[in-house]
């Protein structure tokens, strides 16, 4: 909603592909990235969403480590595809519960996972300008990291 939406929406495609890796699922070996099928089935709703593409998205499987994590992702995912509401968060908006896993809460996942999208977004700020129409509207305290990853990456590219 803050990188990979505005991106995709600004390059306006015609056809949506997903190349569907589950090496990030809860329970893969390799990944470590502990993305729940529900997870799988969010980011499938928000790029299969008729917002893009008029609702042209192929789905393609590419990647996992653990059939288990592969199945129960990918039927998340198809089922979104197919129509199907996505899957919803347990206990409220800031949990996560699935079959297998702990119980995870947004704080425990969100540190990681917004330095990450902020370095990301710092890289492509000046490529694409519908980010800065997005961050406008975020908390100072976000706008002002944002602002320190940006000035970091200007350092290490160049202007």
Known sequence: EKLVMPIAKSFDPHLVI????????????LGGCRLTPRGYSSLTALLGDNKLAGGKCLLVLEGGYNLTSIARSAEACARVLLGEPQLGLAGGAHEVQDEGSEHLTSEHLMESALEAVLHTCAVHWRHWPCLQKVWARESEA??????????????????
């Open 18 to 29: 997903i190349s569907a890796g589950f090496d990030a699922a809860l329970g893969d070996p």
């Open 142 to 159: 976000d706008q002002i990291r944002l602002g320190q990853w940006v000035n970091h990456v200007e350092d290490e590219l160049g202007p």
